[in-house]
């Protein structure tokens, strides 16, 4: 019995202990800490759900503590034995009509977020979208920048304030594209073109991962985000094109086969390459292009650019 009573009255402390060292944790939930448009709405999104639910959850757990607490069987209780009570209108309103009012709040919120958060919908902003076509593999991700004419492989650098529309198919099994304090996740997969708008409002690096099991290394699939300024941007592509690595159509095969890659870079893309790749598996049939997307597959010209600065080193890719 001591030793039962003992651990009852560690209880408290235990529980507060266990939220200390979560609190102590806060730093990896990324989607918490949003740096783009998306992001910052879904964790509205989040926060608000959990608000609704907290103001069921906490008093129903609460109550029912008390009610077993004060309804125990225990030799001199005085609570009120009823044992022919079975009916209390009032009752019955409260905890049916304030739960219903709770969750048709939280339906027409989620509605009204989810019809906002849609992936295919252009971002508000004053400058032109940048396109990005992304390619999951077996494991790793290829980047293409149509517009730019170069390609890389798990490594994604992005303009700040921009927003960036991103296009992304898989030429392996099907994965979802994330990048938590961006916004996301998005699947990707064989035969279909879906669409994704993000942004980044601060310069920083930024982590995006694959969050779908896709095989044994799957855990590896991951890419660095590097949000910077526009002119290191530009800087960026200007390295990139002249370095002597082109992506061609038996080097992209060669990148396809199942297996881990470190950061690569491609100084050039093959013309249409992403298109190839949605239509792959298709056997002459239409793709279907994912969320709202209307768009059929062209192929993209890659718009020549003048080289600035010196060629880029493979090892490097902070541009900071």
């Not at 170069?150 to 994604?156: D, G, P």
């Not at 994704?196 to 590896?220: R, V």
Request: include cysteine; proline fraction near 6%.
């Amino acid at each position: 019995m001591k030793k039962r009573t003992l651990v009852q009255a560690m209880l408290p402390f235990m529980m507060v202990a266990i939220i200390v060292l979560l609190a102590g944790c806060s730093h990896q939930a990324m989607v918490l800490d949003p740096k783009g448009p998306v992001g910052a709405e879904q964790k509205d999104l989040i926060v608000i759900s959990t608000i609704l639910c907290t103001v069921i959850l906490v008093p129903v757990l609460a109550l029912t503590a008390w009610i077993v607490w004060r309804y125990r069987d225990k030799e001199g209780n005085k609570a009120s034995y009823k044992p022919n009570w079975a009916h209390s209108t009032t009752l019955e309103i409260v905890w049916w009509s304030i739960p219903i009012i709770i969750i048709a709040a939280l339906a027409i919120i989620t509605i009204r977020y989810t019809h906002a958060l849609e992936p295919s919908k252009p971002l508000k902003s004053n400058k032109p979208p940048i396109t990005i076509q992304v390619t999951s593999l077996d494991w790793k991700w290829l980047f293409t920048y149509p517009e730019q004419g170069i390609a890389t492989v798990n490594y994604l650098q992005i303009p700040e304030d921009t927003p960036i529309k991103f296009e992304l198919t898989s030429d392996a099994p099907m994965n979802s594209f994330w990048v938590p304090q961006l916004g996301g996740q998005i699947y990707t997969m064989s035969g279909m073109k879906m669409t994704l708008y993000l942004q980044a409002d601060e310069i920083g690096h930024y982590f995006g991962t694959g969050a779908n099991f896709s095989g044994a290394h799957f855990a590896d699939m991951t890419f660095d985000v590097n949000a910077t300024s526009q002119s290191d941007f530009d800087a960026f592509v200007a390295k990139t094109k002249k370095v002597p690595t082109k992506l061609t159509m038996e080097s992209y095969e060669t990148l396809a086969k199942p297996g881990k890659s470190e950061v690569q870079y491609f100084s050039s893309v093959p013309d249409g390459l992403f298109e190839k790749i949605v239509t792959k598996y298709t056997n002459g049939q239409s793709i279907h292009s994912g969320h709202g997307s209307t768009e059929s597959v062209k192929e993209t010209s890659k718009p020549q650019a003048t080289d600035k600065n010196a060629p880029m080193n493979h090892n490097d890719h902070s541009h900071k």
